[in-house]
């Protein structure tokens, strides 16, 4: 396989950076018309465009010093989703503006008894006439304070089973009845916007904000997940943004002198992300070509461990000065202190390191289901079986 970039000369290269001469500074609804935002979607919002395509407009646009619109949650995760399965007006509606960045996104999915197993979820939607009536609470949900709209999976069929009763809505986060909590964490700043408890209390949900079928949320919610892993496993060690081992070791370069044992991590964990690069460049077309499959699964559990090595590597490198709150520290290591605060949430946010690796164990090498799962237990249920067998 050549995961070599396509060269210098190449005419789709060429026509590219064209592009980029004559838009030095694009504004982002300039950038959006160019498909050059989420060139893999369809047209008209994207490009159709085969990987390589994919790579040369990623580095065109790096190279111009540009940066795209940024808006997670709603590009990465839900945004494919409504392609496929929103309508033409729903499609109209929020897809311009959500990749023009002008509207943030967030997910409303996990709840207090609802993370790994998430289809286990109790918000009820009750149709009511022209709305769904929305009670209920969902935790963990990042950007809900500063989020124009959330994608909501609620349950709309409490008589079939947890997987089949489940529907997926747009929901407008000014609702009457909608009530937001941060929840503070120890990355500091970022924290208040960054993770909430959001509180449904009879909210009046229009019903022209469903997507799909009713009662038919859990595909579209297992494929958001499967995007949420693609994005999350991009090339920065903080779920895709950030700084990599590379710029890591160019920074131990500057210092000039490296101790032995720094020297050895910093060469094992430049190999794993090297080796994880190139996982990546292959993982390109079956990532955005078709959908994610179980290989989105696979590179986050190799990716999340790797973030927290990274991230600790660069911790350990910065000694008594690591342990200033990231704002106090020079502008090139900051991005190391507020990633190692961040560093435990990588392996659990988006899938735990465990549920993925239930995913590859199942749908990759076609082992049994967990038999626990299977008869009821919950996971510390089963675990606590394991212990004492009798
Ligand atoms: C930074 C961050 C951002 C997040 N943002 C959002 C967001 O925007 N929207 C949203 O909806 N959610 C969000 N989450 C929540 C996240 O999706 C959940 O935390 C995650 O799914 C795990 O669920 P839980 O926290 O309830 O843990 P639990 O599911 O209770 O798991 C507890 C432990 O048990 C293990 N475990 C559970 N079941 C199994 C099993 N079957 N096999 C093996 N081990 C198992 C887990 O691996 C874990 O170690 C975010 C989380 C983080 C950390």
């Known amino acids: 396989m050549d995961i070599d970039l396509p060269h210098e000369d190449d005419p789709r290269r060429l026509e590219v950076r064209r592009w980029f001469e004559q838009h030095p500074?694009?504004?982002?609804?300039?950038?959006?018309?160019?498909?050059?935002?989420?060139?893999?979607?369809?047209?008209?919002?994207?490009?159709?465009?085969?990987?390589?395509?994919?790579?040369?407009?990623?580095?065109?646009?790096?190279?111009?010093?540009?940066?795209?619109?940024?808006?997670?949650?709603?590009?990465?995760?839900?945004?494919?989703?409504?392609?496929v399965h929103g309508n033409d007006d729903q499609r109209q509606r929020y897809l311009p503006p959500m990749l023009r960045g002008e509207e943030l996104w967030c997910q409303l999915f996990s709840e207090p008894e609802a993370g790994s197993d998430l289809a286990n979820l109790s918000t009820r939607a009750v149709r009511d006439g022209d709305v769904f009536v929305v009670n209920g609470?969902?935790?963990?949900?990042?950007?809900?304070?500063?989020?124009?709209?959330?994608?909501?999976?609620?349950?709309?069929?409490?008589?079939?089973?947890?997987?089949?009763?489940?529907?997926?809505?747009?929901?407008?986060?000014?609702?009457?009845?909608?009530?937001?909590?941060?929840?503070?964490?120890?990355?500091?700043?970022?924290?208040?916007?960054?993770?909430?408890?959001?509180?449904f209390t009879d909210v009046h949900l229009p019903a022209?904000?469903?997507?799909?079928?009713?009662?038919?949320?859990?595909?579209?919610?297992?494929?958001?997940?499967?995007n949420e892993r693609v994005s999350l496993s991009r090339e920065g060690l903080q779920?895709?943004?950030?700084?990599?081992?590379?710029?890591?070791?160019?920074?131990?370069?500057e210092m000039g002198e490296v101790d032995a044992i720094t020297r050895q991590r910093l060469a094992k964990a430049y190999t794993e992300g090297e080796i994880l690069r190139y996982h990546q460049l292959r993982q390109i077309s079956a990532a955005v070509n078709k959908k994610p499959g179980p290989d989105a699964s696979l590179r986050k559990a190799l990716k999340d461990p790797h973030g927290k090595v990274g991230f600790g590597l660069g911790h350990d490198m910065m000694g008594a000065y690591g342990l200033l709150a990231p704002e106090a520290v020079d502008p090139q290591w900051q991005p190391w202190a507020s990633g190692f605060l961040f560093s435990p949430a990588l392996t659990v946010g988006g899938g735990t390191s465990e549920?993925?690796?239930?995913?590859?164990?199942?749908?990759?090498?076609?082992?049994?289901?967990?038999?626990?799962?299977?008869?009821?237990?919950?996971?510390?249920?089963?675990?606590?079986?394991?212990?004492?067998?009798?």
């Open 25 to 83: 500074q694009p504004t982002p609804a300039e950038l959006v018309d160019s498909g050059y935002v989420v060139p893999h979607w369809p047209r008209p919002w994207g490009l159709d465009a085969e990987p390589e395509l994919q790579l040369i407009i990623d580095d065109e646009m790096r190279r111009a010093g540009v940066a795209k619109p940024l808006n997670p949650i709603g590009i990465g995760h839900c945004g494919p989703v409504i392609v």
């Open 137 to 199: 609470q969902k935790i963990w949900t990042s950007l809900a304070m500063v989020a124009k709209f959330g994608i909501l999976i609620a349950r709309t069929d409490p008589d079939t089973s947890k997987y089949t009763g489940i529907s997926y809505f747009i929901v407008p986060m000014d609702l009457d009845g909608i009530e937001i909590r941060p929840l503070r964490n120890m990355v500091g700043g970022f924290g208040d916007a960054g993770f909430c408890e959001v509180f």
């Open 208 to 226: 022209e904000n469903l997507i799909g079928t009713l009662n038919g949320g859990w595909a579209m919610a297992k494929e958001t997940l499967a």
């Open 239 to 253: 779920w895709g943004y950030g700084p990599t081992v590379r710029d890591l070791v160019a920074l131990a370069r």
């Open 355 to 390: 549920v993925l690796r239930n995913v590859i164990a199942e749908r990759m090498l076609g082992l049994p289901h967990d038999q626990d799962v299977e008869a009821g237990l919950t996971w510390t249920e089963g675990r606590a079986r394991l212990r004492n067998p009798s």
